[in-house]
Each structure stands twice: as structure tokens, then as C-alpha cells.
């Protein structure tokens, strides 16, 4: 069965540190891998996808992503994050039909 | 905006009655889904429909039905309410069954709360 895992359920980190947060999933097939955003209140917004080619992927808002396919992992990360980027994360992953959300990860950065 | 748009934004009802959600998905897109998010559960995914037909179901209590209808609008009804179905609802739309990459664009949700 497809399935997701984010690692870390809370981060907390001062502004300028670098930001990884892990996702791993398992799927026999193809997959398209995606981060999502959710800042305060918000709804969901996309980030980043993958759907083939360069495993390193660069969305919005300097994060970018690398998909490991021998580890089955699609990590987000960031160089020096800000106030600004706190929010949840989710990772996700659409195998056939079917697109599974990690249960997220709550960043807060703080100033 | 991400062009889905729900409604109401926030709704209060009482345990045991019924409500209507409804979704418009955004201008082309054909698949439809449903989530519930709460703090304790985090995001999970309620049901999904595509053009009209229902294509995937998650963790749908028996008590919540949706549908989407011809032109393409979803509603998701939730019935005999308990105090545990409070949380936010979100509608996401994607281009196609498969669509070209499954992205979902997500509304900006339907607070329910349940006294």
C-alpha cells in the first residue's frame, strides 16, 4: 500500500538556519512528489513538485527538494530560512490515482 | 487564490444535525477532493470525485456522503454531527484523473464547528 512519512512533527529553528525536513514514502510504480505549504490560517498551497528529470527541483521562496529514488525520499530544504516561513509542510505523493499526504511538519522560526 | 472556492467559510451547528459543504472546483478541472483536517488527526483525505463519478475514497465515516454534479460542483453532507467532526474542510481541485502532474489546488476551506 502507498504510504507517507515525515519524519520531524515539529521544528523550531532561529531565522537564518538551514531548514531539511524528510519525507519518505513507499510505492512499487512511477510517482509525481509534491511539498506543500500551509501558512497560519491558510489553506494548502503548492511549493514544488517532481514529475521526472533533474531530482533537484527549486519552488517558490528558495526551497528546493531532492528526489532520491534508491532511498525513496523527496527531503525538502532550505539554506537560511525566515520569520516568514513558518508554517506546516506536507509532503505528498501521487502514485496512479491516488495522491497520499505525510502528516506534516509544523516550523516555527524564530526571529 | 487558488481559484477553488468553498462555502460558507465558517459554520456552527449543533451535534446531531446536518450540514451541506459545497466546492467549486477551479475552471477545467474535472477531479475533486475532499479533506478533513483537525489537530489531532492532521490532513486526511475524505473522498475524491472525477467528472461527476466518485474515483477514491479515504477515511469517510459512513455519516459524511458527497457528490459532485454536472457542472462540476462537489458538495459534501455530513449528518447525525458529534462533537468530533469539528475541524476545517478543504475542497481541492486537480486538472484530470491522472492530470498532467495530480497537483491540487486547494480552497481556502469551511471551519464547522460542532457545540
Known amino acids: 500500500a502507498q504510504s507517507v512519512s515525515q519524519h520531524n512533527h515539529h521544528v523550531i529553528l532561529s531565522e537564518a538556519a538551514s531548514l531539511e525536513l524528510g519525507c519518505n514514502y513507499s510505492?512499487?510504480?512511477?510517482?509525481?512528489l509534491f511539498w506543500y505549504v500551509q501558512y497560519p490560517g491558510q489553506h494548502l498551497q503548492l511549493l514544488l513538485k517532481?514529475?521526472?528529470?533533474?531530482?533537484l527541483v527549486k519552488g517558490i521562496k528558495g526551497f528546493e527538494a531532492e528526489f532520491i529514488k534508491s532511498k525513496f525520499s523527496f527531503n525538502l530544504r532550505k539554506p537560511s530560512v525566515q520569520w516568514s516561513d513558518t508554517a506546516e509542510y506536507f509532503c505528498a505523493v501521487k502514485g496512479g490515482f491516488k495522491t497520499i499526504f505525510g502528516a506534516g511538519t509544523r516550523l516555527f522560526v524564530k526571529a | 487564490d487558488s481559484g477553488v472556492t468553498q462555502t460558507p467559510k465558517h459554520l456552527i451547528t449543533a451535534t446531531g444535525q446536518r450540514v451541506t459543504l459545497r466546492c467549486s472546483p477551479r475552471?477545467?478541472?474535472?477531479?475533486v477532493y475532499w479533506y478533513q483536517q483537525s489537530l489531532d488527526q492532521g490532513l486526511q483525505f475524505l473522498i475524491q470525485y472525477y467528472n461527476g463519478e466518485e474515483r477514491a475514497k479515504g477515511n469517510i465515516l459512513e455519516r459524511f456522503s458527497a457528490q459532485q454534479f454536472p457542472d462540476l460542483h462537489s458538495e459534501l453532507n455530513l449528518s447525525s454531527l458529534e462533537l468530533g467532526d469539528s475541524a476545517l474542510y478543504f475542497c481541492a481541485s486537480s486538472g484530470g484523473l491522472a492530470g498532467v502532474s495530480g497537483e491540487q489546488y486547494f480552497g481556502p476551506g469551511t471551519r464547522l464547528t460542532v457545540t
Open positions: 475552471s477545467g478541472d474535472l477531479s
Open positions: 510505492y512499487g510504480g512511477t510517482v509525481n
Open positions: 517532481y514529475f521526472s528529470g533533474d531530482p
